[in-house]
């Protein structure tokens, strides 16, 4: 069963079955973003998750043991094409620099982490059109000297 | 004068005045991430806010002048290599499928704008690490038919 | 079933029925771009609109449900070599840096959007040879400050 | 001179004189498009057209003259990063294919010419938004066979 | 049926039949470099041509009809690796800038078309080596102002 | 002097001495495009031809010196975005798989020499509208079998 | 027979018989290296050639045809990363302007060709380490002025 | 002094001293390939050679010293446009695969190598055009295991 | 069997049997790391290790013959996209130029071969956070000159 | 002053004070590597440090004051082309990922730390040929889950 397979036979259960993401948040305890990641191959569930998520889509034991591997990441292209996708590329493009000099401001010279990372993604009602609200928290790891 | 003069007059008279972004944020009233975006091009001044830096930084009117163009935008190169840059494009890669998934899912088919868009960066104090924390409000566009 | 799956299908049965996308449009009350772009998965359908296609074209259940979806948008390649597609490139090539100075000139810092967007393609009759005449339409987006 | 200088003498005269690329369509007789075009050196002006400019622009000899010759086209990269431009790469991203086959339906085997061309830009006041309206001429030139 | 299979269909069948592009060229009344271009492609027939190619290679309806599409054209890669096709690239690379010289001096400012475009290919006997004697002929045309 | 130095010295001399390649190919006695080709480093003179060019433009001792080295040849970039020469190239992409096939049939497994080659460029008159005549010859090189 | 298919066939019927390139060379006339290039399809058999290596490898008439067939050249990619490959990659990286530098002290304004080509590779013992020997002649081909 | 400084400097003395690589082969007790390499900083001296340069070529102390240098290698780019070197980047193509086939049945597994190499350039006089012999000799490193 | 059937037959019976690479170490008399090379086919194995790793795995005869295959190379893609493979990359992006200056500062002119070459990993426990430590051993090759 | 400047005058300062890269390891208290990595802008130093740094190389205020400041780190290209660079990237094509396999097995879905890094380069005398010993020790950072 390659990622991709796996990628497409979650979808098509979480179809038939009618869920939102939301609903596997509620049932699996992780935030959507971070589901989804797992549907995407990007991150790796604990046995236990992948047989709460086995039992919310009705799946085989051999995609419950494929949620637990550790495939290949990134999901690449270098430069996405899809519009919703490229406008984060597009907004590194503009405030990546400015960014760095912020952060390298506030705490020196370091990275944030994408690994101790997490994601969040939240609909804001606006009366002059919603707004997509996203927050980001990531460790800051500073340089270390040796 | 071009853009890449004009960044460097900027960052050395903030730097000879003992300046934060912090303090041009006070002094401007726009956030510390506009400001820096400002100082690379990747964002355009009202003749009003250009002469309050002007003052600020004792900037000549050439760079005033300046800071009311519209450079071309984006910093490139398409993949960068700084660490503390590249871990936002590994993001868009790992989790780009993941955003756009739950995006579309919350609002339909459309974008979250990176026009009508603001960006905060915070310090958060961990026991365990400080972590960064951003913050992304972009107005979702749905896409037209017609 | 993939996108290209779906896309052929598409292409065949129209083929099949003998129509032309102006029949669509008729059909649909929907412009023969926006529905060529359907086709190819770069927009997607109402549920209503997804049963009139799917009259029309005497497609199945499963199609008629793909074309709901929100697949990957971009047709690529990054340049594109197919001459009739290549002109519209070469054009942004040649013409796109005027067109920067004449939008920002007419209406400041800011983008056309290419989601609240549309386009029309006509045949103009002339006697030195028919013209194609393309007409766009995006809702300027200022660059927000904050 | 090369090009690149005579492109900021261009815009550094404009900007001096206080003219906007409406105005030099009216002293000069041709759309404001093609004339930001010969600002890029994407388009070449005649004796006549050059001499007109030079006087509006106060240029000196070498620069009238500079505006006659044909400069390499073509302002790349091979894909844009500043997002008013990179919103035209994306339209053909997303609407070249749904182009292609509109075009070749309604005139046959053949293309738009990017040579024989004219395009306009107009803003249209809408109260929801401003709109940017392009409207692209091009002679469709048929595949010779032979 | 895609382009690759109708190309290794109408290559097969010529192999069969026992016939060079030079007898096709007999029967059809076009030019072999045309011939090949409409096994490859990239240019299409009309429904006479198709039928009598179809009589000539044993064609079946499908393929009949399929020469009668407009497929993608542009066989990349960008920079071939082939050294025969590749020989035509150098050629672009070492004498590009003087043809554009040429051409410009004796035109004006304008392209060569490739589409109102004719190509023949010729064996040259030499006793100092045969010769490969290419002609093309393309309508000149000039940039259109407006 | 560098090769960029060089091709800049020759056309400006060439421009203030009126001449046209065509004027250049009568006192050398070499074709106008091999001339052309001389002015952008892509070929190399002979004492005797550099010194008659010398003469003809007025040089100094080190720009005929400089047209007998044999510079890096290749102008480059890997695909063009100037219109007049993008055209050859997709001649290229369009139609080098159909030459490569008609060659191959007329002589065998070989390529066409870009060495032992040469290239002529004429302009036709046609009351359609004039037509560029380019016409080249290259030696065929079989592979050598060992 | 995809050209793939017919490589490993032969790879494939190779390894089965248990024979090395150098007895296939010893029964074809034809040295090692040429040899392994036709098993890649970087060669053409003539008709007794595909013949005797037919009976050698115990082939069906389909590759004994498919031997005699000139497919596309180059195996690419651009950069090879087999460390084998690349070392000559790298040695064209490192010697590759010193190598043009002697050639043409040598020779003058030309090429070594890589069709009238020959190579040849051995074994040489030595008790530091063996050594790979070797040995490539090529045809110089002086730049044909016209 | 940069290296493309040094380079300059290098050939210019040889030039106006009248020497060929030959010449400095017989002084300095190397083969002319490897002073090439030296002069385009593909290669480092000794002191001791780095004198005996310094006097046949009237160098200053900086050049002398510059000689000793280990400056970055590799001379790019990617794919070379200019023909002569092309061709080398062509028999890498075309015969790369072979080569690693040939090694590797003689050898085992393992490279060989570009750093204990050497290579040496003939011109062989010909009836039917003289031909450029390149001989390399190369350690072969077997793959360590552990 | 395919390089990637084979490393997927390698990693499916390494699992089924419950063996980590230490256990295979153990086993086999080699490092971890080296075989897990071989898992991907970037080492090859004697008949003898095969044979053993064959038992251990209970692989069939084919698995065993093309385990002592020498496969292409190299993993790529050219920037890999895995946040843990990239890491790597951007070590080398960081600290690639400062390893060649102290390398060559210690060792003279020359490289650490990638062939005569170990590499070992092993798990640092840490109160901070364990550490993973990696040692890579090869020999200095001094670059040849003749 | 450019990075590339300081880099320049912190070389040359080196080099007249006759200093290696171990002698600043003394003075200093921090790693030869980690000091060439500071030499390249690929790392930044305290004020401490950039002031004993300062008096072992006598450097004015503004090197002084640059050895503080946070360049873009990363020193390109993508695909490095010096041989001795080029190795590691070799290594990481070869061994990528069998280290991932290795490293997920011991520890988990997770990274080794490129920020909480430090390496250490020794030379090892082996009659065989001397070998060049790294060590690196980076923290392992699992994947946080949310």
Known sequence: MTQQQLTET???????????FADLETQLGRDE???AALFYGQASASAEEAE???????LDAGAVGALQDYP???LGPMVPTDPLI?????I???YGMPLKAIIQEKFGDGIMSAIDFSM???KQSDP???????SMSGKFLPYKKW
């Open 10 to 20: 979650l979808f098509a259960a979480k179809k038939q079955k009618g869920l939102r």
């Open 33 to 35: 973003v971070w589901i």
């Open 52 to 58: 709460i998520l086995g039992r919310a889509l009705d």
């Open 72 to 74: 290949l990441k990134g």
């Open 86 to 90: 490229y406008r984060f590329y597009e």
């Open 92 to 94: 590194l493009q503009v």
């Open 120 to 122: 969040d993604v939240e």
């Open 128 to 134: 002059k059109g919603d707004r997509v609200h996203i």
